[in-house]
Nanobody, 114 residues
Framework: QVQLVESGGGLVQAGGSLRLSCVGSRIIFRIYAMAWYRQAPGKQRELVADISTGGLTNYAASVKGRFTISRDNSKNTVSLQMNSLKPEDTAVYYC????????WGQGTQVTVSS
């Protein structure tokens, strides 16, 4: 079973920054495009950003220009740098392969206070 472990969440004031990290198995990072998703209370899980094995990125309109996704295949990690955070960014953040085909981890809670 593929395991993905997220970390780096926390409580931050609006306008602040956080950096999330996700570590997984080597085979995943060698083969798959990776993505960050988030789920706010009472809402469906949504795609935040994704990155191909070659480093091509896509972002949801709501985070474009504020968030940056990156990956280090040699360390089996994918990261999400989040700047200029807003209260509406509050959610549990998850990493997964693009399309969500791997098992979901516990996620990491991000709370942005106004």
């Amino acid at each position: 079973q593929v395991q993905l472990v997220e970390s780096g969440g926390g409580l931050v004031q609006a306008g602040g920054s956080l950096r999330l990290s996700c570590v997984g198995s080597r085979i995943i990072f060698r083969i798959y495009a990776m993505a960050w998703y988030r789920q706010a209370p009472g809402k469906q899980r949504e795609l935040v950003a994704d990155i191909s094995t070659g480093g091509l990125t896509n972002y949801a309109a709501s985070v474009k220009g504020r968030f940056t996704i990156s990956r280090d295949n040699s360390k089996n990690t994918v990261s999400l740098q989040m700047n200029s955070l807003k209260p509406e960014d509050t959610a549990v953040y998850y990493c997964n392969v693009r399309g969500g085909g791997a098992s979901w981890g516990q996620g990491t809670q991000v709370t942005v206070s106004s």
